[in-house]
């Protein structure tokens, strides 16, 4: 059995989480690099160290876990520091990727999901994945959702975004895109999910 490897990506607050579900929901196993990212910084975490090196310790809180707000300033507001964590996240992002994608061929999955943020910005990605699908979203939307659920200012959703490829850049790869806007509903995300499922695997067909 061949599985269908779907590549799924959008901005900060498009709503990308969301279409996930939707996809898990009809069987889909799911890599989550963003997933993996944070538990690879959360408290314990194989990248912790490194990063405390690489950073010095202004980005360790009192506790001596990773300060997060302290690093993601730092790195969004220049870009060299952003590469620079990067070069230490990614190959074990990789590593942790391959992995879980290995264990789900190996349980048989029909469908592999990988939620990336960055796919956009990575030819690697582009070549590892049979179909694209970009979750879309107007920027003032994304701003308003992230300041509702994080509590950061407009300024640091923001500085995110601009670090991220831009809406025209996703949509120009994509084999589908899924529009999420302010009023769309959670009913009208699960039916293009549900539609590009059938239309993909053949779900429906009798």
């Not at 599985?3 to 799924?8: E, P, Q, V």
């Not at 699908?133 to 959703?157: F, H, I, K, L, N």
């Amino acid at each position: 059995m061949t599985s269908l490897r779907i590549g799924l990506t959008g901005g900060i607050g498009s709503g990308k989480s969301t279409v996930s579900r939707a996809w898990v929901g009809l069987g889909a196993a799911l890599v989550d690099t963003d997933a993996i990212s944070r538990s690879l910084t959360a408290p314990g975490g194989a990248a912790v160290a490194a990063v405390a090196r690489a950073f010095g310790p202004q980005v360790l809180g009192a506790d001596g876990q990773l300060d997060r707000a302290a690093l993601r300033q730092r790195v969004f507001s220049d870009p060299a520091e952003r590469r620079r964590l990067e070069a230490i996240l990614h190959p074990m992002i990789g590593e942790e990727v391959d992995r879980q994608a290995s264990a789900a061929l190996r349980a048989r999955a029909a469908l592999l999901l990988f939620d990336v943020p960055l796919l956009t910005e990575s030819s690697r990605w582009r070549d590892r994945v049979d179909r694209i699908v970009v979750v879309d979203c107007p920027e003032p939307v994304q701003v308003e959702r992230v300041m509702a659920r994080s509590g950061w200012t407009a300024a640091a959703v923001q500085a995110v975004i601009a670090q991220q490829a831009t809406r025209i850049a996703r949509r120009s790869i994509a084999d589908a895109v899924v529009f999420n806007g302010a009023q769309t509903s959670l009913q009208a995300l699960e039916r293009d999910v549900h539609e590009l499922h059938a239309a993909w695997t053949g779900a429906d067909r009798r």
